[in-house]
């Protein structure tokens, strides 16, 4: 089947596996935006061979422009990648092709023509104009450095005893490229102090006095009794954002012979320097977002390069059961908390919680979602906290727009030696039994998507043993602060079946809170030896 003039040809097995991989990558490139526009994305599908690759690379920016970016600024992106996309697939049988310039020419004259005929309908200008200049220059700055990193994925069968070290040397490249265009951000430069207010009384003086009778009294003979009634206005009027008459003295007020004129001109110069500094601390956010967003693109490439290839055989393991269960608000028909458990790198069980903000369906979407992001960097052996600051990052940016936010309960926990970890990104408590004592492990950080660069609650790391319960809930079974009846059922039940133990703390907090919020639980069980393993199921 033909698409677009390329052959296409139904994905098998590890080519499927690349293809989510080029899809996953278009999609997360997108989130990285700076001021509306995301020239990560553009960088990354340039970089892209021509082909299955470049379409899959191509759907996952134009999914991520619309989930990450504003409805204008996704427009513009997607026209940015259709162009791309058509100028590589026009050109991919030529000489030019082969130039190791031709793709980041591409990539920025993509973007240079799309955002120029965007500019000159809204107008153009200097800020403007600088901006889509150096959008411009990043945009095609970004393919070379993907341009370097994909083109060693791509590899002879002859070449592959040699390539892994060669390939974690493009790795670390990579990275310290990246991390080298995050700190370009910073400037270098001290934080620039704020305008001084003095500049409102300034201009205000320059439009109402000029013509003033009494000028050269206000500001020659009178200028310290007049600059003192201005300094002791300031506090009041950016305070309250504007001048009223009592904000000056008496003696002031009495004198100026324009006085309502001043009071009006001080108020529209007060609003504009007000105006300013917002723009400045906006601007300013931005900045230390895209940042972030580098930073946290940094870390994973080297996260990648470091990440050894793991593999443990099922009998070296010990036995373990999950069980998990949910039930909706009352009144609700879909609960907005999810769950899931998978293994990762085959020596690491992973067991995810979410809680969407609210309940019903946009919560369950917002919870899965959360969910499924995690599960795919888990995956690729991207190290958790790593992966949870980066989804928190994404999160943070979608939270602009949609104003929702989820938790994150994640316990990992490695077969081969039975170490746990457990983090938190404003999850409920976890609670682990042992021998009729029952621990609770808590966590101080907001919700995912609240807070740019935060990071999940340091994680608690413990041992696990035989005859081991770890339960995880959603705050609608219990919080930190009324738990006790939770803790008092764990430390009393003498069960072995987690699934009973799921159906129990539910059915108990139903009785309690009588359906008040969402309810889900999670529950990981080390077994004696001789009971063998059992598989997981839903309650």
């Not at 990579?174 to 991390?179: C, N, P, Q």
């Not at 958790?384 to 980066?390: I, M, P, W």
């Amino acid at each position: 089947m033909k698409i677009g003039g390329m052959i296409w040809e139904r994905p098998k097995g590890g080519k499927l596996l690349r293809l989510g991989g080029y899809l996953t990558a278009g999609f997360l490139s997108a989130a990285c935006a700076l001021e509306g526009r995301a020239p990560l994305v553009a960088g990354f599908l340039a970089a892209c061979r021509p082909g299955q690759n470049a379409l899959a690379a191509l759907c996952g920016g134009i999914l991520g422009s619309f989930t990450f970016l504003g409805f204008g600024s996704a427009l513009r992106c997607c026209g940015i990648l259709v162009l791309e996309s058509a100028v590589l697939s026009a050109f991919r049988d030529t000489v030019w092709f082969q130039s190791p310039l031709f793709r980041p020419l591409t990539a920025a004259g993509a973007t240079l023509a799309v955002e120029l005929a965007y500019a000159l309908q809204m107008g153009l200008t200097a800020a403007s104009l600088t901006r889509l200049l150096a959008c411009t220059a990043l945009a095609g700055l970004l393919a070379h450095y993907c341009s370097l990193l994909l083109r060693q994925t791509v590899i002879p069968r002859r070449q592959a005893p040699r390539e892994p070290e060669g390939l974690r040397e493009r790795l670390k490249l990579s990275a310290d490229a990246l991390r080298s265009l995050c700190e370009t951000f910073s400037g270098g430069s001290a934080p620039k102090k704020e305008e001084n207010p003095a500049v409102v009384f300034d201009r205000a003086a320059e439009v109402v006095c000029r013509g003033c009778a009494l000028r050269d009294l206000c500001w020659n003979k009178e200028y310290i009794s007049t600059f003192n009634a201005f300094n002791d206005a300031t506090p009041a009027i950016l305070e309250r954002g504007r001048a009223e008459s009592g904000d000056f003295a008496a003696h002031f007020a009495s004198r100026c012979i324009h006085f309502p004129q001043l009071i009006s001109a001080i108020n529209t110069e007060v609003t504009a320097l007000l105006l300013r500094r917002q723009y400045r601390r906006q601007l300013e956010a931005e900045r230390s977002r895209t940042r972030g967003q580098y930073a946290q693109l940094s870390e994973l490439v080297a996260q990648a390069m470091a990440t050894p290839d793991q593999q443990v055989e099922e009998g070296n393991t010990l036995a373990w059961d999950v069980a998990m269960g949910s039930t909706p608000k009352e009144g609700q028909r879909v609960c907005g908390d999810s769950v899931t458990y998978f293994k990762s790198g085959g020596n690491t069980l992973c067991l995810l919680l979410s809680d969407g903000m609210g309940s019903g369906r946009e919560a369950r979407r917002e919870s899965q979602l959360t969910l499924r992001l995690t599960e795919q960097f888990l995956r690729s052996g991207i190290e958790a906290g790593a992966a949870l600051r980066t989804i928190n990052a994404a999160l943070n940016i979608r939270s602009d727009e949609q104003g929702s936010f989820t938790t994150i309960d994640l316990l990992t926990v490695d077969l081969t030696d039975y170490q746990a970890a457990l983090y938190k990104y404003g999850a409920a408590p976890t609670y682990i039994k042992h021998q009729g004592t029952v621990r609770r492990v808590t966590g101080s950080a907001l919700p995912a998507g609240l807070q740019d660069a935060a990071s999940p609650t340091p994680e608690t790391r413990f041992p696990l043993e035989e005859n081991t319960f770890v339960l995880m809930v959603s705050d609608g079974v219990a919080d930190s602060s009324d738990d006790k009846w939770l803790q008092d059922l764990l430390a009393g039940w003498q069960g072995d079946d987690p699934n009973v133990l799921v159906s129990l703390v539910l059915r108990e907090c139903r009785q309690r809170r009588h359906g008040d919020d969402d309810c889900s639980a999670l529950c990981l069980c080390l077994p004696p030896q001789n009971r063998g393993k059992r598989q997981a199921r839903a309650v």
